[in-house]
Nanobody, 117 residues
Framework: QVQLVESGGGLVQPGGSLRLSCAAS????????MGWYRQAPGIQREAVAT???????EYADSVKGRFTISRDNAKNTLYLQMNSLKPEDTAVYFC???????????WGQGTQVTVSS
């Protein structure tokens, strides 16, 4: 089964930048959506940035203008460029791929992003 592996998390000061990567171990067919989600302690997992079928890109209001989602199809990799990071961006970030067939959802293991001085 295809696996998603995130990387690029870490500790950064407020105002800093990080780029997250999510590499798929193989080709995933019939993708209907892909994106980044995050979960902070005690808070429900939320969508940060998604690309839906038809190349519809959406961002959470809290990250608009600061985060950019992109992908490299040749490398089977999804990216999240995060600029002007704030302490409230601290969370575990997960990448997700949705498909039209089983298992319908692929999730990465998560990467920790901590924004602190």
């Amino acid at each position: 089964q295809v696996q998603l592996v995130e990387s690029g998390g870490g500790l950064v000061q407020p105002g800093g930048s990080l780029r997250l990567s999510c590499a798929a171990s193989g080709t995933i067919f019939s993708i209907n959506a892909m994106g980044w989600y995050r979960q902070a302690p005690g808070i429900q997992r939320e969508a940060v940035a998604t690309i839906s079928r038809g190349e519809i890109v959406e961002y959470a209001d809290s990250v608009k203008g600061r985060f950019t989602i992109s992908r490299d199809n040749a490398k089977n990799t999804l990216y999240l460029q995060m600029n002007s990071l704030k302490p409230e961006d601290t969370a575990v970030y997960f990448c997700h791929v949705g498909t039209d067939h089983r298992p319908y959802d692929y999730w990465g293991q998560g990467t920790q992003v901590t924004v602190s001085s």
